[in-house]
């Protein structure tokens, strides 16, 4: 009878009945360096951390990555770990997980000569993950493996219990066969290749083995090649090929024709578990027959990739153990005929392909980057490790596109939470696979962040633990006892029932001797029933005990299941505690990472600071030193000016006395030849009167000197008019140095205002004679004639005197112009108050409308200049109109002294011009329409010339040897000093 047994991967893989999750545990694996390898790439930094060092080719790096790159996993192992060492940490707890009824992924993911197939076949004396584990299981489970054929494959991933006969009857059928393998029953026989796999010597076992179940071993091989699955341990066409081993172990190749395995599908099982469709799952019942499995697959896939030209580094070779357990029955003797009570775990061991850009073991030098290049299902296990990883960290749903490729298709109910999964990244240290390599530590960091459903806890079955224990101690016990007695001797009870026996009353005697005896036979009756009472009796008391110690016993089951429930939670939380702390761990070594680049960057902004405030420093030094050089200058330009001025003013001080001094010795020279000459003249003169006395006694007699002088004066006039008189200037009571240039003009018919303009006309030619470096105040006196004019005339008023300007008063000459200048005895003496004016205002002036009139009382008013009239009065006033600049009349009220001449004549000093202006509001302003002493626009601008000090300073310049003033004084002034 076949009892079946499903896998009890109860619970469909989107919703694992564990919410519990551990990440997908990486560790990394560096080989030592081959020979002919040269540099070193990698560098194990940490018991997690190892670090990449770009090759110096490489230094300039793409990606404006750091030359060394860090990357962290669960665990690194150097060059000198050891198998054992890496088994212990990595395969171990698959193999015991598997043991206890959960499965296991293993992969080695790494480029092509990394040690993938070193790290999961190992080489011989020194076995690798897989020899290992299948050791382990062995160890672990070998008493309590069910016979051969109990557990029984089916074709869609169950398994099947058969009952001890139909076992029985499979097995001789199989022996009589000959094509089950034989246990090898020492390690002797084993296959020479592979002799040193397994050292006994590090045999290590799985604790806490459940002895109350059986177990057998199965093994699958399989290899993907091209997306394509072929059973390595399929019989029928290895049949063809049949190698024959020689003594060296190597395969004798057969002539016949190598006929190409067939390729396997993928199926889904009721569980929704993917398994390779009519795969060859072999029974095993040692370490070395797995392996002698394995070594077989091994072989064929040689074989076939040599036929076929395959590479093998192209190809994953799955190794899958599956381990069968059921629990005995209540007796503990044989496999519960429970379908539902058979669990299968299983592990698989996959060497992955090579992780490489294809082209680099095809065609050398020309490295192709396509992504296309790689190989297409690590390039699916990489996209679906990437989608899973999204999915767990952005709470996204994507579809994992784990039907993309086999691999992934077969493992995808791994990632889905059936087991747990572990890698193991082969690292080549050589600078050769330095970008490979990155690329390798990339994906397998990342795959360290996607988890992995907890597998579950297989359910308790319901009988008591110990089974198999009891059982056997039963059988030992009894054989013991059948030992003692030497085995149970044909008609006579054991010695139990003899004892249980004897303590029944005796039987009476009963042998009938008397057909009519009555006692014997009742006597016999009633020992028989109280024999039947006391057995009844012992039976109950069997049955009391029985049922009491049954209830113990029951009692104690329960006690020993709530023990181990509380053990198995207690295990859950701890196993809690450990993915916390390992969660921990994990998240300060991400920190730790990141601290350390901040703290880079951070060192490159500090030098960046210090940099520029170094240069900060530096500029603000150079600004302060410019500074102060700066200032030290404009001290000393202010302390040179200051310097300069005063040289200047010392300078010209004793210029001026010089030139006065000059001019003073000059004049005193002058007077002294002037008088020799005179004096010699009037010698002469009396010499020449004294002959001529006698002869022209009528001839007026004439100073020399004034008639010499005329023809002097006479050219010294600017224009020569026939009919001219000559104003001339007073003799001022004031020191020589301070006297204003007299003006001689010789006009007739010529209007004052014309005399004035040509008068200031005069004023920059002879400025022009003068020096040709005008000091500051005096450029001013290049400005508008008109302006200059004024500023004299009011200067001169303000030492009370004003020069003479010729009137176009049509006077005769009277006055001789040789005289000197009339002397202010001379001036006509008036009362105040009582001057008589000579108001004379000519007939081409306009009459304007102006409500200020000049009005002079006590005046004779003419409108052509008279002598009659000026003989009459002391003071003369000409009404004078002009266009000023601004197009507007100009009212100009010319006055004057009236002095009478020593011929007899009448002479007119002008003493003052007031200027009279109407302005119109609405045109340009002006600041004043009228002024007393007339200042002129150009004047009231200039700020210098309006206050009183400044016109005084020019006032006394203008006559201190400025290049206006004495250039002036010389002109028209010298020449007509009397001595
Ligand atoms: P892969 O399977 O990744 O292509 P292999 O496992 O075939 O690489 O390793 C290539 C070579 O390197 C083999 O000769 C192997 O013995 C050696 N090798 C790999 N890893 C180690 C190691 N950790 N210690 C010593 N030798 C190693
Ligand atoms: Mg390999």
């Known amino acids: 009878m076949i009892r079946k047994g499903k896998t009890p991967r109860r619970p469909p893989p989107k919703k694992p009945s564990n919410n519990q999750k551990d990440p997908v545990g990486v560790y990394c694996r560096v080989r030592p360096l081959g020979a002919e390898d040269g540099e ?72 092509t000569g990394s040690g993938k197939t070193y790290t999961m076949t190992g080489s011989p004396g020194q076995g690798g993950l897989l020899p290992r584990s299948l050791d382990m299981i062995f160890n672990s489970i070998g008493p309590f493996q069910a016979k051969r054929f109990v557990f029984k494959p089916d074709d869609k991933n169950g398994m099947e219990v058969q009952n001890q006969v139909d076992a029985l009857l499979e097995r001789q059928k199989r022996e009589s066969q000959q094509s089950v393998p034989k246990t090898p029953s020492s390690r002797q026989r084993v296959d020479p290749e592979f002799a040193d796999m397994i050292n006994p010597d590090e045999a290590c076992k799985a604790d806490d083995v459940d002895e109350d179940s059986s177990y057998s071993v199965f093994v699958s091989y399989i290899e993907i090649y091209n997306n394509y699955i072929y059973d390595l341990l399929e019989e029928a066409p290895m049949d063809l090929i049949k190698p024959k081993w020689n003594g060296a172990g190597t395969p004798l190749r057969h002539n016949t024709e190598f006929i190409p395995p067939q390729s396997k599908i993928l199926r889904e099982d009721q569980n929704h578990n993917m398994y390779v469709a009519g795969c060859t799952e072999v029974e095993v019942k040692s370490t070395e027959e797995a392996f002698e499995v394995f070594w077989r697959g091994q072989k064929k896939r040689r074989i076939a990739n040599t036929q076929l030209n395959r590479e093998s580094s192209r190809s994953h070779s799955v190794f899958i153990i599956k381990l069968a357990q059921a629990p005995l029955d209540a007796d503990g003797d044989n496999v ?26 095809r065609a050398e030098g020309s490295r192709l980057r396509e992504a296309g290049n790689i190989n297409q299902s690590l390039m699916t296990l990489r996209t679906c490790i990437e989608v899973l990883r999204e999915n767990q960290m952005c709470g996204t749903n994507k579809m994992v596109p784990y039907r993309d490729s086999k691999v992934t298709h077969l493992f995808k109910n791994y990632f889905d939470g059936e087991g747990k999964v572990r890698m193991v990244v082969c690292v080549n240290p050589k600078t050769d696979d330095y970008e490979e390599t990155m690329l390798v ?119 020993l299941m709530s023990k181990e429930n509380f053990i198995q939670d207690q295990r859950g939380r701890l196993g809690e505690k450990d993915k916390m702390i390992q969660n921990q761990k994990n998240e300060i070594d991400r920190l730790e990472k990141k601290s350390k680049m901040l703290e880079y960057k951070i060192d490159i902004l500090q030098k960046t600071t210090n940099i520029y405030e170094e240069d900060k420093r530096a500029l603000q030094h150079e600004l302060e030193s410019r500074d102060h050089r700066l200032q030290r200058e404009v001290s000393e330009k202010k302390r040179m000016e200051v310097r300069m001025h005063g040289l200047v003013t010392d300078e010209k001080l004793r210029w001026q006395k010089e030139c006065e001094r000059r001019v003073n010795a000059k004049e005193l020279e002058m007077q002294n030849k002037l008088w020799v000459k005179d004096e010699k003249l009037k010698q002469l003169k009396a010499i020449v009167t004294e002959s001529k006395t006698d002869s022209r006694p009528d ?174 009065c002391d003071k003369y006033m000409l009404t004078h109109q002009e266009m000023a600049s601004d197009g507007e009349i100009q009212t100009k009220l010319i006055k004057g002294e009236v002095f009478k001449t020593r011929g007899g004549g009448q002479s007119v000093q002008f003493t003052d011009i007031e200027t009279l202006k109407q302005e119109n509001p609405l045109g340009p302003s002006r600041k004043r329409t009228s002024s007393e002493t007339g200042p002129n626009q150009e004047e009231c601008k200039d700020g210098s010339w309006t206050d009183v000090e400044t016109r005084c300073a020019v006032a006394v310049e203008m006559r201190a040897g400025s290049n206006l003033g004495p250039g002036y004084q010389n002109h028209g002034y010298s020449k007509r000093r009397k001595p």
């Open 40 to 111: 070193c790439c990698v560098e194990v930094i940490s018991s997690t951390t190892i670090q990449l060092h770009a090759p110096d080719g490489l230094k300039a790096n793409r990606n404006g990555e750091f030359k060394e790159t860090q990357y962290s996993f669960k665990k690194v192992f150097g060059i000198k770990t050891t198998q054992c060492e890496l088994f212990e940490d990595v395969a171990k707890p698959l193999a015991d997980d598997l043991i206890h009824g959960k499965n296991g992924l293993l992969f080695t993911y790494g480029v």
């Open 699 to 872: 001839q007026p007699q004439r100073p020399s000197r004034e008639k010499d002088r005329v023809p002097a004066k006479r050219s010294a006039s600017p224009s020569p008019v026939p009919k001219s008189f000559t104003c001339q200037a007073p003799v001022w009571p004031l020191p020589q140095a301070l006297r204003p240039a007299p003006l001689s003009l010789s006009t007739s018919s010529m209007s004052v205002a014309s005399c004035i303009s040509e008068w200031e006309q005069r004023v920059p030619q002879t400025d022009r004679q003068g020096s040709p470096s005008p000091p500051h105040g005096r450029s001013r006196a290049q400005g508008p004639p008109s302006s200059l004019s004024r500023r004299r005339g009011r200067c001169w008023a303000r030492d009370c005197e004003v020069p003479v300007q010729p009137a176009d008063v049509g006077l005769e000459e009277v006055g001789y112009r040789t005289g000197p200048p009339v002397r202010p005895m001379h001036r006509r003496s008036h009362s105040a108050g009582a001057e008589r004016w000579v108001d004379h205002k000519p007939s081409t002036n306009v009459e304007l409308d102006t409500v200020m009139q000049p009005s002079v009382a006590n005046a004779i008013k003419v409108s052509a200049p008279s002598e009659k009239a000026l003989a009459k």
């Open 336 to 361: 519960l005929q429970d379908k539902n009570q058979v669990n299968v775990s299983q592990l698989c061991l996959v060497d992955l392909a090579g992780s490489e850009r294809t082209s680099r073991t």
């Open 441 to 559: 530590m990339r994906f397998a960091e990342m795959t360290q962040e996607v988890e992995v459903a907890r597998p579950v806890d297989r359910p308790i079955c319901g009988f008591a633990a110990g089974r198999r224990q009891r059982n056997q101690a039963f059988k030992e016990e009894l054989s013991r006892r059948l030992e003692e007695r030497g085995g149970p001797v044909d008609g006579e009870p054991p010695a139990a029932l003899n004892q249980l026996l004897q303590s029944f009353p005796p039987l009476p005697a009963s042998e009938l001797s008397d057909p009519n005896d009555d006692h014997t036979i009742p006597r016999l009756i009633e020992a028989l029933e109280k024999r039947h009472r006391i057995r009844q009796m012992v039976t109950e008391d069997y049955n009391k005990a029985a049922n009491m110690l049954k209830s113990m016993l029951q009692d104690l089951d329960g006690n």
